[in-house]
């Protein structure tokens, strides 16, 4: 069972959306919690981090960690084209572990 | 500005041909790590340095080699490149005041033919 899993879509959906997306993960030693972007031919930027359980809002992005269920979402509030990239979940605990990424496309 | 450099951002070469990725960071943080990202694999960390001299494994090590003489710089060698390790690598260093977040370089492109 790989560490952190992630539903690698592709997604798709309409301008002003509500975007989920989700990782779930195996070892319960994870305290941070990360929420990277990747553009196209880019490097991965750090968008949004957590300590421990609960929710953490920066504008029209929201992180949320459940340790009870192992279970992390990020929430993408009235989307827009400009969010159009790979989104990769990542945990820490002494060694970093990164999900496969999530694709998503917001359509004009 | 706080940032992760990488040199070359883009390598066509041939198997065999020993090449050296420089990564340099101005962020003052100790602990920097090479990763390799392919289709359907993710990031998979190649190696990692905890502080200047110290390096260890990461997931992939085979075929490369790492050096850590200076805080600010850790460059990533392949002896001998070989076709499968064609691929895009990004160099990250590890810090931030009260969190634990890794901040990634630009990425390289590599072309072993």
């Known amino acids: 069972q790989k560490e952190v899993e992630q539903d690698p879509g592709p997604l798709s959906v309409p301008e002003g959306a509500i975007v989920s997306l989700n990782c779930t993960y195996s070892?319960?030693?994870?305290?941070?919690f990360m929420w990277y972007r990747q553009y196209s031919r880019k490097g991965p930027e750090l968008l949004m981090y957590?300590?421990?359980?609960g929710n953490k809002e920066d504008g029209r992005f929201t992180a949320q960690v459940d340790k009870s269920s192992k279970y992390i979402s990020l929430f993408i509030r009235d989307s827009q084209p400009s969010d159009s990239a790979t989104y990769l979940c990542?945990?820490?605990?002494?060694?970093?572990?990164f999900g496969t990424g999530t694709s998503l496309t917001v359509i004009p | 500005e706080a940032q992760v450099t990488q040199n070359p951002r883009y390598l066509i070469t041939v198997t065999g041909k020993k090449l050296t990725v420089t990564c340099s960071q101005n962020?003052?943080?100790?602990?920097m790590s090479w990763y390799r990202q392919d289709p359907g694999l993710g990031l998979r960390q190649i190696y990692y340095?905890?502080?200047?001299?110290?390096?260890d494994k990461g997931d992939v090590p085979e075929g490369y080699k790492v050096s850590r003489k200076e805080k600010r710089n850790f460059p990533l060698i392949l002896e001998s490149p070989s076709p499968n390790q064609t691929s895009l690598y990004f160099c990250?260093?590890?810090?931030?005041?009260?969190?634990?977040?890794?901040?990634f370089g630009p990425g390289t492109r590599l072309t072993v033919l």
């Open positions: 990250a260093t590890r810090g931030g005041a009260g969190a634990d977040t890794q901040y």
């Open positions: 070892n319960s030693a994870f305290q941070y």
């Open positions: 957590t300590y421990s359980s």
């Open positions: 990542a945990m820490s605990a002494n060694q970093f572990y």
């Open positions: 962020m003052n943080h100790e602990y």
């Open positions: 340095s905890m502080n200047v001299e110290v390096t």
